[in-house]
């Protein structure tokens, strides 16, 4: 072996993995167990009192999820991860570590539909309260916090599509209050974009998405940056008071840089419940093996497709980063030099009747709510992902009546224009 620093492509295949030390398994075995037999009843209560690592569990810890963990956690360039069911699960877990009853965080108004429900009402159940802000207008984000606020959180790369954000600015504001700065990665993968070099805290992962990357398996990731200083810090009690049910431990000093990711485990994971299965760890796993090599191809084929449906006279507008004047065109080669993303939005002239033909006349993209498949696929968010929220809200996302979301697949691009000329007929 060299003292060469693996690369991304190499860490993608290997990271966390090893020939299973018992039966010489070179793939990442999938330990479908509950539960792991202890050596003898010390060992047991250190794996309990967390003076030890080891597998107990399931619910906690699995050795198939474990390589997914430290694997996503090096492509991150992050000091350890948790992985959970679902993207959502990884945001529950990561907020549940640092809000209290009444607290406040500030996200960014463009988002995930299913986040902005999330925040909007089930959050709002647990007392905790989202305080929205403009990614375009970075200042909104100061205006915003309040003694209340014990965390921000954007997306990288924002849905519906096409909205690139400025992450250092919004990281040097969360810097200046001494505020974790959480950034969903989901959209663009740590391929495009690592957000702890651009002063991230916290990285979350919909793993469902272009992680996995084949549309069958729901999955999340919480990756701690290590870059955060809990400890003496009142406002985030679980990880900087004696926890009761760990004798008197005090998270943030026992685990140091990667104390977050311990406490989503030990307090939000056990607790909760919102465990992986190691089956789907498997199919992540494989997955991420290839994430290089497919996300350069989504976006190679996602900037032909946009150019050509900016030329197309049924379209008004597309809001691809990748496009030469657009908006985001300048964040896009400053964040995201290699593409920018498969997923993007257009307007269709014909306003909300033109987008519901539009689904209905496609054949090779499925009509789906979803995006980081290997297959194209298409939404119309009016009617479907964002018809929750009142039209204000859809046009402040991004969703407005005339809008059709794509995320761009691997098939061969020529197809995917052709599929798009004849359903624009
Ligand atoms: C899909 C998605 C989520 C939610 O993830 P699930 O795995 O569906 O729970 C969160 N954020 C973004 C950006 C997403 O695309």
Known sequence: MSDRAPGFSTLAIHAGAAPDAATGARATPIYQTTSFVFDDVDHAASLFGLQAFGNIYTRIGNPTNAVLEERVAALEGGTAALAVASGHAAEFLS???????????????????????????????????????????????????????????????????GVVVDIAAISAIARKHNIPLIVDNTMATPYLLRPFEHGADIVVHSATKFLGGHGNSIGGLIVDGGSFNWVGDDRYPMLSKPRPEYNGMVLGETFGNFAFAIATRVL???????????????????????????????????????????????????????????????????????????????????????????????KLFSHLANIGDTRSLVIHPASTTHRQLTDEQKAASGAGPQVVRLSIGLEDVEDLVADLDQALA
């Open 95 to 161: 907020f549940h570590a640092l809000l209290q009853p009444g607290d406040e965080f500030v996200a960014a108004r463009k988002l995930y539909g299913g986040s902005i429900n999330q925040f909007n009402h089930s959050y709002k159940s647990f007392g905790w309260n989202v305080i929205w802000a403009d990614s375009d207008d970075v200042e909104s984000f100061a205006r915003a916090v309040t003694p209340k606020t014990k965390a921000i959180f954007i997306e990288s790369i924002a849905n519906p599509g």
């Open 268 to 362: 939000g994971l056990r607790d909760l419940g919102p465990a992986l299965s190691p089956f789907n760890a498997f199919m992540l796993l494989t997955g991420i093996e290839t994430l290089p090599l497919r996300m350069q191809r989504h976006c190679d084929s996602a900037q032909k497709v946009a150019e050509h449906l900016a030329k197309h006279p049924a379209v008004e507008w597309v809001s691809y980063p990748g496009l030469p004047g657009d908006k985001y065109h300048e964040l896009a080669k400053r964040y995201v030099p290699k593409g920018a993303g498969s997923v993007f939005t257009f307007g269709l002239k014909g306003g909300y009747d033109a987008g519901v033909k539009l689904v209905s006349n496609l």
